[in-house]
């Protein structure tokens, strides 16, 4: 083997290893759910993401992008933001309503599936979007789910911890539409609707005082209250979509927006 395809394995397995260790986590999670350690395997579906979101940015860093990594990466993402969610949703809530529990869990994974295939099928056309997302990404789903269980964990077990009192007030009343909410997280996957990537070149260097001060206070707040922060940033994402079709739907139906052309 000559020297420039040892280079080229050798860009094609690092972003892999993140992809590993994407996969290892959900793995982890479903053990842990199984087990009922729900803290473990929601901070286990959340530790997925990260190195999820590494794998991609490391693979067009060292010009490793392959078919093999985008299939790796479907895999692995079905196992950590399909399967385990679906598994910690389901032994959390969901068996305690009986017969209806299994198919709500299902409709979840089955659609976190879907939503996977349309992506990939959507790559290989060549016909995916660069700023927008076509229904809400799968680990958008999962990790409105795990920030969710955190959340409500801290109410069972009466841990002390850096919390608003206001948001923990209502997790009970979600706790109660866990099954609405599984099955509307499942709809927003397999929807039509669109999603920002927030991938557009320069998005993330601010220019103006403002915004690094908009920024900053994000982080303090991000740092001072985690896992209040992480769940409304993913409920903030989930209701993005449905708010802003509904908004640009009444401004066409009531003339607020130009129609789109064609």
Same mark, same amino acid.
């Given at each position: 083997?000559?020297?420039?395809?040892?280079?080229?394995?050798?860009?094609?397995?690092?972003?892999?290893?993140?992809?590993?260790?994407?996969?290892?986590?959900?793995?982890?999670?479903?053990?842990?759910?199984?087990?009922?350690?729900?803290?473990?395997?929601?901070?286990?579906?959340?530790?997925?993401?990260?190195?999820?979101?590494? *794998?991609?940015?490391?693979?067009? &860093?060292?010009?490793?992008?392959? &078919?093999?990594?985008?299939?790796?990466?479907?895999?692995? *993402?079905? +196992?950590?933001?399909?399967?385990?969610?679906?598994?910690?949703?389901?032994?959390? %809530?969901?068996? *305690?309503?009986?017969?209806?529990?299994?198919? %709500?869990?299902?409709?979840?994974?089955?659609?976190?599936? +879907?939503?996977?295939?349309?992506?990939?099928?959507?790559?290989?056309?060549?016909?995916?979007?660069?700023?927008?997302?076509?229904?809400?990404?799968?680990?958008?789903?999962?990790?409105?789910?795990?920030?969710?269980?955190?959340?409500?964990? %801290?109410?069972?077990?009466?841990?002390?911890?850096?919390?608003?009192?206001?948001?923990?007030?209502?997790? $009970?009343? +979600?706790?109660?539409?866990?099954?609405?909410?599984?099955?509307?997280?499942?709809?927003?996957?397999?929807?039509?609707? $669109?999603?920002?990537?927030?991938?557009?070149?320069?998005?993330?260097?601010?220019?103006?005082?403002?915004? %690094?001060?908009?920024?900053?206070?994000?982080?303090?707040?991000?740092?001072?209250?985690?896992?209040?922060?992480?769940?409304?940033?993913?409920?903030?994402?989930?209701?993005?979509? $449905?708010?802003?079709?509904?908004?640009?739907?009444?401004?066409?139906?009531?003339?607020?927006?130009?129609?789109?052309?064609?």
């Amino acid at each position: 083997m000559d020297r420039q395809a040892l280079k080229r394995g050798g860009r094609v397995l690092l972003p892999s290893l993140f992809t590993l260790g994407n996969m290892a986590c959900g793995f982890y999670a479903l053990l842990a759910s199984v087990q009922g350690e729900f803290v473990s395997s929601a901070t286990a579906i959340i530790a997925g993401m990260v190195f999820d979101a590494l *794998d991609g940015r490391v693979a067009r &860093m060292v010009h490793g992008e392959s &078919m093999f990594g985008v299939e790796f990466d479907s895999m692995a *993402d079905f +196992l950590t933001f399909g399967i385990a969610p679906a598994h910690m949703m389901y032994a959390f %809530i969901l068996k *305690d309503y009986g017969a209806w529990g299994y198919p %709500i869990a299902f409709a979840y994974a089955l659609c976190g599936g +879907l939503r996977l295939a349309r992506f990939n099928a959507t790559a290989h056309a060549g016909t995916g979007g660069k700023t927008h997302f076509t229904g809400l990404p799968i680990p958008g789903g999962a990790g409105f789910l795990a920030s969710f269980v955190l959340l409500y964990q %801290i109410i069972e077990e009466g841990r002390p911890a850096r919390t608003w009192k206001f948001l923990m007030d209502q997790i $009970p009343l +979600l706790y109660g539409l866990a099954p609405v909410m599984v099955v509307v997280i499942a709809f927003l996957m397999v929807s039509t609707i $669109p999603y920002p990537t927030f991938k557009q070149p320069g998005l993330i260097r601010p220019k103006s005082l403002p915004t %690094i001060a908009v920024l900053c206070a994000v982080g303090f707040l991000l740092f001072y209250y985690p896992l209040t922060v992480l769940f409304l940033v993913f409920l903030f994402y989930a209701l993005l979509g $449905p708010v802003s079709w509904a908004v640009r739907l009444a401004g066409r139906l009531f003339g607020w927006a130009p129609r789109p052309p064609g």
